[in-house]
């Protein structure tokens, strides 16, 4: 299917046309992403804790210690949600109350199940790793056994999955255009700094030219 099912969970009540259930737009949303919130509650007591993630296709890995309660506790199968959320632009009205901001965004709801295979886990170690920096696992040392045993690793499934956007200017009331203040958009991306290599290295090492290239704008955004 090239769309999710909208669930009671998912239907977007407040601006529904910034909604979007595209499995494209969806995946585009966490592919370009570093950081997800998990949202999850023991005892009563909710969490929300971020932690990097990884994609293989329709599902969403987490990872971490042995030890970490977040994974543990998920672990059990409670219910999680999984927010992404990436910020295009500050949005700048001419009224302090349309003030706003362009971001697109991905909420993920389910129950994560633990990945027990060691090739399994594996593969989205390296996901993870490729994730962040691709072309980087070929050329580190992979995971030992004990490290694998040491490290927990979750998978999410993306199905009751939603997106939610917002581009353009603002939308100031009518009266309000003729305020002669600036108003428009204030454009922002990551942008990857010089590299500094580690000190502790026995002997200097080029920069390798994926990290020289490196750049996390979307393929559409980047420029040839």
């Known amino acids: 299917m090239n769309t999710f099912e909208p669930t009671p969970n998912t239907t977007l009540k407040r601006l529904p046309e910034r909604g979007s259930f595209d499995r494209v737009t969806v995946n585009a949303i966490l592919d370009e992403g570093f950081i997800c919130h998990v949202g999850f509650a023991v005892d009563g007591q909710p969490f929300v804790i971020p932690t990097s993630y990884a994609r293989i296709g329709d599902r969403l890995f987490i990872h971490g210690s042995a030890a970490s309660r977040m994974l543990r506790s998920l672990s059990k199968g409670i219910p999680v949600c999984v927010t992404v959320t990436l910020i295009d632009a500050l949005v700048l009205a001419r009224s302090a109350f349309h003030h706003s901001i362009n971001y697109r965004s991905v909420v993920i709801l389910g129950t994560a199940t633990p990945v027990e295979d060691l090739r399994d886990k594996m593969a989205a170690l390296r ?90 704008r979307t393929k559409n955004d980047r420029k040839t």
């Open 127 to 216: 996901a993870f790793t490729e994730h962040v920096v691709p072309g980087r696992w070929s050329q580190v040392r992979e995971p030992t056994e004990q490290e694998l045993r040491a490290t927990t690793v979750l998978s999410l499934p993306l199905a009751e999955v939603s997106a939610k956007i917002r581009t353009g200017p603002p939308k100031d009331d009518a009266e309000d255009y003729a305020i002669p203040v600036w108003a428009g958009e204030l454009p922002l991306r990551l942008v990857a700094g010089m590299p500094i290599a580690d000190t502790n290295a026995t002997a200097a090492q080029p920069v390798p030219e994926y990290i020289l290239r490196y750049d996390r």
